[in-house]
């Protein structure tokens, strides 16, 4: 596995929502991939439909990946129940499917959870009212916790945060303001900024933009496959 300068080349993109039917294939990207990095990172909706048929897929279209693959689930690997069986055909294919854990490559540390919805700043979904709306909060709260047990748990010097929603705001730029509450939450970024991250990815706002920052700092990129990136392909490239 090659490094440039020194760095670990991080080849990162989300919501590739694989369908039943095969119509897409994604083996010759991943073969593309594997000439440009030395990781791959999915950052959730690897399935359409949530369907272990459509993860069968999606393992088949890895045996072009020569790399180690990173990744978490996102809300469309839930839709049909089946998140313990997708998640035992995509580890069984060697990803390292992260949900509040950290796995290090190459002096890496790469964290991974979810996260939940919630809102962002001073509109962030307070726990106040309907059991049903403190229910979505808890949920919120209990993603972050879960990343920050697993962030813990980093003794490298260099760390990567992978989530399907998003930390921030401004990374979700360009979806309908009045979506924004459902595709990410603040208290994601309030817990990256207790410790050295230095790049979080995320997907899920398909409209939204690549770029964006952390309170505290920290690089946040946007990489569902819709979003336009430097490299002018479906993945961003990262040098960590």
Do not use: W
Not at 148 to 170: C, M
């Amino acid at each position: 596995m090659s490094k440039s300068n020194g760095k670990l080349r991080v080849a990162a993109v989300a919501d590739l929502h694989v369908k039943e039917d095969g119509s897409v294939t994604y083996r010759d990207l991943f073969k593309e991939i594997s000439d440009v990095a030395d990781v791959l990172v999915i950052a959730g909706d690897l399935t359409d439909l949530g369907k272990p048929q459509e993860a069968q897929s999606l393992a088949a279209d890895l045996k072009g990946c020569t790399l180690p693959v990173v990744a978490v689930l996102g809300n469309h690997d839930y839709q049909c129940d089946a998140v313990t069986e997708i998640s035992s055909i995509l580890i069984q294919s060697g990803v390292h499917l992260l949900d509040g854990q950290m796995v290090e490559i190459n002096g890496v540390g790469f964290v991974g959870a979810k996260g939940f919805a919630g809102g962002f700043g001073r509109h962030m979904l307070g726990s106040f009212g309907e059991p049903a709306i403190k229910a979505m909060v808890s949920e919120s709260v209990a993603e972050a916790m879960r990343l920050e047990n697993a962030l813990r748990k980093v003794n490298t010097e260099r760390a990567v945060v992978v989530l399907h929603y998003a930390p921030i705001a401004a990374t979700v730029a360009g979806e309908p303001p009045e979506i924004y509450p459902f595709l990410g939450s603040s208290r994601l970024a309030e817990t990256i900024d207790r410790f050295k991250v230095n790049a979080v990815v995320h997907g899920h706002a398909h409209r939204g933009v690549y770029e964006g920052v952390t309170p505290g700092g920290a690089p946040v990129f946007n990489v569902a496959a819709h979003i336009e990136k430097p490299t002018g392909r479906p993945y961003a490239i990262l040098e960590i």
